[in-house]
């Protein structure tokens, strides 16, 4: 393809604002054209897309943000959009260049024009998995980092859980754990990716939350003297059964609540006076308050992974119209590991 | 009466482990006799108890640690224990003598032996009501100064909600707030109440929570910019609708939650995952935990009472039988301010 030429352009599109559980029929593909040139005196740069990363937080930005999503919602009627790996084709931006390698915030289509390029950060490892800068690279790595590293300073000895902990960010915070010399238990949602987390990811131990009936008890038997850290992705009913079986001082990181996402009430929680009792320290984040400390996370991980030191599961599906159901698919558990969307190769 | 004399001791005792709404039932007068005098060798200090600190938490400890109260349960049988102004008959420990005023852990009857003696405080300042040191100078004082300051840093110009407003520690929380420059509103149970937050203590607003049918509105109508700072003393559909409201990197200070005290099951709160997308951090503490800022908080405290820069609302019963209802008023907002009971006035 010469430069400045029009070419087809696929996109996934967004229906309409979701409730419930998304659909596959919540998006659908859609093929205009776009220009691969920025346009003049513009500062846009134009990317070709190559992974997209699939993150339950999209569900929460696929509803108004009046209703309890993110501020930045997802316009009904225009591409999905998300964090991505992208080459660039053409820049008007003095720090991007035609052939530079960037991840960031892109649309879910073929090609994109973005204005945003604060949101962009070029590749300078590029001898890793390019698909690493949807996952243990880009923004799911960062947050394990944070909301581990920067929330709860975490000491050696202690009692960790994580739920949702073979998914992109809960693997990584069991193996940060485990590095700092932590005790590691994590929650997931089948026999499969219960046996990664022991045998794979190094976690002490690991269950299926789906085969326990009472998941009190549950933790009780792995956590005899309760849990110091709980890094929480799932909430509801884990969410108070850790309540109980948090110890005095714990931590408990918010990341994510993603068995909630897509219920018209959340689920109630029951046991919050243990945060009194207990004098817990319960913290919401997200991502993109800490994008100061990323190139200090990279100094830490890009020599874990060249090592060996920390393994990255992904979840990779070809096809960028096949995007929404692997988006689709976190919300039933059927993801081992970060779920990536190929879209092209290079 | 003579030093060492054997004198009658009214006792006010707790029959069993309570369940549901506390009754006076649960509680009975019983009258034993004391020696007025520490053992030989023992390094406890003998008590006359003057004021008795009425205070929710000692719901909590009126059931077994194990069901989610506070590690040290009152015992059946046994007086009820809690915060207390007292005056020194007879000391075996060297840092107390006969004469000494004291406030701290002691027992619901006319004398006590304390061995516990850590659990006291020497008080200085007698030129304060005595009463105060079983509120604005005790324990309701450190916990409102250690919750606010400590835990939040507050900052001038925010935004302050403080449920339980009128109660021993609200009132004070909200006196602070204003002290520092802060917008402040608060929640009470009656009417009364609402005009003393408004016209004594100096709340900018308040409301009648039991007037309002929708909560969620009722705190945008006053926060129309959201809440910062949050002093959660009550819990349940309160804090639910408070969760709505908050604004990006706000802090909920968890002091108690008495809403909930009494119910078999905690209601369910259903919007936690605001925690995550709003960043606020929620912490639950103890008081206990801060005893080492007590003088600081004093030297602060004392001035701003003298100089009448802070008023406090004190809700005070004659004799010690007259106890129990006051306690178990709590419960249903009777106290209209600190709920203390007279044993002796001096």
């Known amino acids: 393809m010469a430069d400045g030429e029009e070419v087809s352009n696929k996109q996934i599109i967004l229906r309409d604002y979701v409730s419930g559980f998304p659909k596959e029929s919540d998006m659908f593909v859609k093929t205009s054209t776009i220009l691969l040139k920025v346009p003049e005196g513009s500062e846009a740069v134009l990317l ?81 998995p390019l698909s690493y800068y949807t996952g243990i690279l880009g923004m799911p790595g960062l947050t394990a980092y944070a909301g581990f590293y920067v929330i709860c300073s975490p000491k050696k000895g202690q009692y960790v859980f994580i739920s949702a902990a073979s998914g992109a960010v809960g693997q990584l915070v069991g193996q940060f754990a485990k590095l700092l010399g932590c ?16 045998n794979k990811l190094g976690f002490d131990e690991a269950f299926n939350y789906k085969e326990e009936k009472d998941l009190d008890a549950t933790l009780k038997r792995y956590f005899p003297n309760g849990i110091d850290i709980y890094f929480e992705n799932v909430g509801g009913k884990m969410l108070d059964a850790v ?8 931590c408990i990181i918010g990341c994510g609540m993603i068995s909630q996402y897509n219920l018209d009430q959340p689920e109630g929680v029951h046991n919050l006076f243990e945060l009194v009792t207990k004098r817990i320290r319960m913290e919401g984040f997200v991502v993109l308050d800490y994008v100061h400390v990323y190139p200090k996370f990279l100094d830490m991980i890009v020599p874990y992974i060249k090592e060996g030191k920390i393994s990255y599961l992904e979840d990779i599906v070809e096809g960028l119209e096949n995007g929404p159901a692997a988006l689709i698919g976190l919300f039933y558990g059927r993801n081992v590991g970060k779920q990536v969307v190929v879209v092209a190769h290079d």
Not at 91 to 106: A, E, F, M, Q, R
Request: proline share 4%; with cysteine; hydrophobic share 30%.
């Open 243 to 250: 309540l109980l079986n948090m110890r005095l001082h714990g």
């Open 183 to 198: 005790y590691v238990v994590g929650s997931a949602g089948t026999k499969e990716k219960v046996d990664l987390l022991k």
């Open 48 to 128: 070709k897309n190559l992974y997209l990363s699939c993150d339950p937080y999209l569900r929460n930005r696929m509803k108004k943000a009046e209703e309890g999503g993110y501020d930045d919602s997802i316009t009904p009627s225009s591409p999905v959009s998300g964090f991505g790996v992208a080459r660039v084709l053409d820049s008007g931006h003095p720090n991007y260049k035609k052939g530079d390698l960037v991840w960031g915030i892109t649309g879910w289509e073929e090609y994109s024009l973005i204005t945003d390029v604060e949101s962009l950060f070029k590749i300078q490892h590029t001898d890793v």
